[in-house]
C-alpha cells in the first residue's frame, strides 16, 4: 500500500539560498499519527508548510513531496488548490491568528463546508452548528455568530480544528495546536484530537516541542534539529531508549519536569 | 454604529455644514450666480450677505455654487484614487519579485512627482476644466493609496487565517473579497477620509492658479485669487471662502479620525477583551 505522505529529500531553502530543512524523508501511512518534534528552528513547521504547498514568498523546496498520490513541488496552483483540504489540512499554533477577525467565526467553517459538500442555505447553517459540536463547543448557534475576539482561545482552537476537519482531510496537520492554551484546557484539546482522529482514522502529524504531547497522540515520532531528522521509530521506543544524543537529551529533560512535580506528589 | 465617537460627531458637523449647502445651492441660490447688479465690492448686508465682488456678484452665492465644486473635487479624486490604488495595491502585494518591485519603483517616482506639474500636463493635454484638476488630483493621490494598500495586504497575507483559507483550497479571488478587503477596509477608508481633505485643498490651490473649473465657475480657490488684490478694503472675499475651506477639510479630518475609533478592530477586540 503506497503511504498517504511521502517525503523524499526535502530541502527547504531561502531566497538567499540558506538551507533550512536538509535531505529530510518520511512518510505517514493513511491512519497512521506522527509526531514531529525539535526546538524552535528546527524547521518542523516549515516541513507542514511545504507539505501543502504553502512555503512564505522567496522560499524554495526541492526533491520529492507526494501528498495522496499528488506531486507537490514544483505543482501549479491549481494543482495545489485540489489537493489541499482534501488531502491535508491545518490547525496552527496560535488561534487568534488563525481566524479572521472580522468575519463570524460560522461563516469561516462554512467556507470550507460549502466547497467540499456543496451544501447551501439551511442544510449548511445544520452542517456548520454539526462541525461546532463536534468539537465539542456548547451552544453551536451562539458561537457561529460570535466573532474570534468574543471567545475564548481554547474555544478558538477549537474552531480551527472544526474548520480543518470541515475539509475532512485524509491527513491532519496540527502545528503546535496546544502550545498557546492554558494547560488544563492543553489536556482537553489533546483528548479532543485524540478522539476525533480515532473516530475518522485519520492521518495526523503533530508538530510539538513537546515530548510529552507528542507521546500522548503519535505511534511514531520524528525527530528534527537544525533541519535534519536526527532519529525517527515507534514512540515508545524512542521515548524507552533514545539512540541519539540530542533525543536522550531531551527525552531526559522531559523527565526531570516530571520528577520535579512528582517530589511533590506526597503532599496531594 | 453603536458606538459614540464626539469626534466623528464634530467632524460630521462641520462637513455637513458644507454638504448642506451645495445640496441647497442645487435648487435655490440667493442670486443669479452671473448677476453683476449688486454694485462693487459692496460690503455685508444690504441683500447681499456677505457683500459682493469686484463685478458686483454676490459673494454668499458663489460661496454655495463653490461648496458644490468642492465636494465634487474631494469625491470625485478619492473615487479615482481608490479605483487605481487600491486596483494596483492588490496587485503589487500578489505580485512576487520584479513585478512588485517595477510597480513599487513607478508608485514612488509617481508620490515624487509633484502634483501641480501632473495637472499642467493634464491641463495641457486636456483644458483647464473641473474635470482635469480631478483627474490630476486623483492621479497623484492613487499613487499613495497604492502603497499603503500593497503594505496592508502583505500584512493580511501573512496571516495564519489567509494561510487555513489556502488550505481549505479556496481561490485568490474569494480570499481578496472575503478576507483581505474586509481586513484592510477600516485602514483604507480612514486614510480615504485624509484623502478627500487633501484633495479638496489641492482643487482649491490649482483653481487658484487658474488651472481649476474656469469662470465663471465660483470655485473657493479662484475666489481667493480674486479677492487677494482687494484683500484689505474688503476681506470678506477672501475670508469667506477661507473659512469655508478649514472648515470642510477640519470636518473630514475629523471624520477620519473618528473612524478610525470607530471601526479599529484592535480597539473593538480590546473592549471585548476588557
Known amino acids: 500500500m503506497s503511504a498517504l505522505l511521502e517525503v523524499r529529500d526535502l530541502t527547504i531553502r531561502t531566497g538567499t539560498g540558506r538551507a533550512l530543512v536538509t535531505g529530510l524523508t518520511f512518510s505517514v501511512a493513511r491512519g497512521e499519527r506522527l509526531g514531529l518534534i525539535g526546538e524552535s528552528g528546527s524547521g518542523k513547521s516549515l516541513t507542514t508548510l511545504a507539505v501543502l504547498g504553502l512555503l512564505p514568498d522567496g522560499m524554495t523546496a526541492s526533491g520529492s513531496v507526494v501528498l495522496d498520490g499528488t506531486q507537490i513541488i514544483g505543482a501549479s496552483e491549481k494543482t495545489l488548490a485540489g489537493v489541499r483540504g482534501r488531502g491535508a489540512a491545518i490547525v496552527f499554533q496560535e488561534p487568534l491568528t488563525a481566524l479572521d477577525p472580522l468575519m463570524r467565526v460560522g461563516r469561516q467553517i462554512a467556507e470550507p463546508l460549502r466547497r467540499r459538500r456543496g451544501v447551501t442555505g439551511a442544510a449548511l447553517r445544520r452542517a456548520v452548528a454539526e462541525a461546532l459540536e463536534r468539537v465539542r463547543l456548547p451552544d453551536p448557534a451562539r458561537i457561529a455568530r460570535a466573532f474570534p475576539h468574543e471567545l475564548s482561545g481554547g474555544q478558538r482552537q477549537r474552531v480551527a480544528l472544526a474548520m480543518a476537519l470541515a475539509c475532512d482531510p485524509a491527513l491532519l496537520i496540527a502545528d503546535e495546536p496546544t502550545t498557546a492554551l492554558d494547560v488544563t484546557v492543553q489536556a482537553e484539546m489533546l483528548d479532543l484530537v485524540d478522539t476525533l482522529v480515532r473516530e475518522r482514522d485519520m492521518a495526523v502529524a503533530f508538530v510539538s516541542h513537546d515530548l510529552a504531547v507528542v507521546a500522548r497522540v503519535t505511534d511514531r515520532v520524528l525527530v528534527m534539529k537544525d533541519g535534519h531528522a536526527v532519529e525517527s521509530g515507534d514512540v515508545h521506543e524512542v521515548v524507552r531508549a533514545p539512540r541519539e544524543a540530542y533525543t536522550k537529551a531531551l527525552v531526559d529533560s522531559a523527565r526531570q519536569l516530571e520528577s520535579a512535580l512528582d517530589s511533590f506528589g506526597g503532599a496531594q | ?274
Not at chain 2, 458606538?3 to 441647497?24: F, H, I
Not at chain 2, 501641480?116 to 499613495?144: E, F, K, N, P, W
Not at chain 2, 503594505?151 to 478576507?179: C, E, F, M, N
Not at chain 2, 492658479?209 to 469662470?215: K, M, Q, T
Request: net charge positive; proline share 5%; aromatic share 6%.
Open chain 2, 1 to 274: 454604529m453603536k458606538r459614540r465617537s464626539p469626534t466623528l460627531w464634530t467632524g460630521a458637523v462641520l462637513a455637513g455644514l458644507v454638504v448642506l449647502l451645495a445640496l441647497v445651492s442645487l435648487v435655490w441660490l440667493p442670486y443669479d450666480p452671473a448677476d453683476t447688479s449688486g454694485g462693487r465690492l459692496a460690503g455685508p448686508g444690504d441683500g447681499h450677505l456677505l457683500g459682493t465682488d469686484k463685478l458686483g456678484r454676490d459673494l454668499f452665492t458663489q460661496l454655495m455654487t463653490g461648496s458644490r465644486i468642492a465636494l465634487e473635487a474631494g469625491l470625485g479624486s478619492v473615487l479615482i484614487a481608490a479605483l487605481i490604488g487600491v486596483t494596483l495595491g492588490v496587485l503589487a502585494a500578489y505580485a512576487q519579485g520584479w513585478f512588485d518591485d517595477t510597480l513599487s519603483a513607478l508608485l514612488d517616482i509617481l508620490i515624487a512627482f509633484p502634483t501641480l506639474l501632473l495637472a499642467m500636463l493634464i491641463v495641457a493635454a486636456r483644458s483647464a476644466t473641473l474635470g482635469s484638476a480631478i483627474l490630476a488630483i486623483g492621479l497623484a493621490q492613487s499613487a499613495v493609496v497604492a502603497r499603503l494598500t500593497r503594505i496592508l495586504v502583505k500584512r493580511v497575507l501573512a496571516q495564519d487565517y489567509i494561510t487555513a483559507a489556502r488550505t481549505s483550497g479556496t481561490s485568490w479571488p474569494r480570499i481578496t473579497a472575503g478576507h483581505v478587503l474586509p481586513n484592510i477596509w477600516p485602514t483604507l477608508v480612514v486614510n480615504l477620509a485624509l484623502q478627500f481633505g487633501l484633495a479638496v485643498l489641492a482643487e482649491a490651490g490649482l483653481s487658484y492658479l487658474g488651472l481649476g473649473a474656469p469662470p465663471p465657475n465660483a470655485s473657493w480657490g479662484r475666489m481667493l485669487q480674486e479677492a487677494q488684490a482687494t484683500f484689505t478694503t474688503a476681506p470678506a472675499g477672501a475670508l469667506a471662502p477661507g473659512v469655508l475651506l478649514v472648515l470642510l477639510v477640519i470636518g473630514v479630518n475629523l471624520i477620519a479620525d473618528g473612524l478610525r475609533d470607530v471601526l479599529d478592530p484592535t480597539t473593538r477586540r480590546g473592549r471585548a477583551a476588557a
